[in-house]
T-cell receptor, first 114, second 116 residues
């Protein structure tokens, strides 16, 4: 079975400070992992993805995530938050034996304070 | 680059009416997914199609049906609409790589359905 747990439903940071959004997954097989961002009343945009290549993945807008198999984690980070980063972020897993479904975490709302 | 196109973008229906949502995947993408996102909720998987055949089914009510056509576009048909069906409905498309892995899903902007 596969599942995705986003450990924080809300994260609040000050502009210019680091961002850490946590994601843990469970998967019976070698997973593909993704982070998507959703701005208010907008669709889902892919930030980055891990598909069994390099464990440190760089995405758009300065975000990156590291796949740690031993910890079953895929945390999203950014060195310096910008006001435009305020949005909801979803960690998503697609499992090796079920290529026809993407499993969403419950989302983390990121608030960036001036 | 072409993206996933959903139509209509907004739809208002009354209870017990029917609605049809359309999704046009990215060219050469053979897999289509439908998701429902209620207010303040994360997207819930409804159903997916691969090469015009249903490939997986999630929490899709019996009142809903969907299909993928020969040109790979998909339609989600919703009947006997209820107030609780009000949500943002996303369609996504993907094309597995040679190893069968989903490299990523490209999402449309969604159709916002309001049932009154």
């Amino acid at each position: 079975a596969q599942s995705v747990t986003q450990l924080d439903s809300h994260v609040s940071v000050s502009e210019g400070t680091p961002v850490l959004l946590r994601c843990n997954y469970s998967s019976s097989y070698s997973p593909s992992l993704f982070w998507y961002v959703q701005h208010p009343n907008k669709g889902l945009q892919l930030l980055l993805k891990y598909t069994s290549a390099a464990t440190l993945v760089k995405g758009i807008n300065g975000f990156e995530a590291e796949f740690k198999k031993s910890e079953t984690s895929f945390h999203l980070t950014k060195p310096s938050a910008h006001m435009s980063d305020a949005a909801e972020y979803f960690c998503v897993v697609s499992e090796g034996d079920n290529f026809n479904k993407f499993y969403f975490g419950s989302g983390t709302k990121l608030n960036v304070k001036p | 680059a072409a993206g996933v196109i959903q139509s209509p973008r907004h739809l208002i229906k009354e209870k017990r009416e029917t609605a049809t949502l359309k999704c046009y995947p990215i060219p050469r993408h053979d897999t289509v997914y439908w998701y429902q996102q209620g207010p303040g909720q994360d997207p819930q998987f409804l159903i997916s199609f691969y090469e015009k055949m249903q490939s997986d089914k999630g929490s899709i009510p019996d009142r809903f049906s969907a299909q993928q056509f020969s040109d790979y576009h998909s339609e989600l048909n919703m009947s006997s609409l209820e107030l609780g069906d009000s949500a943002l409905y996303f369609c996504a498309s993907s094309r597995p790589d040679r190893g069968g892995r989903n490299t990523e899903a490209f999402f449309g902007q969604g159709t916002r359905l309001t049932v009154v």
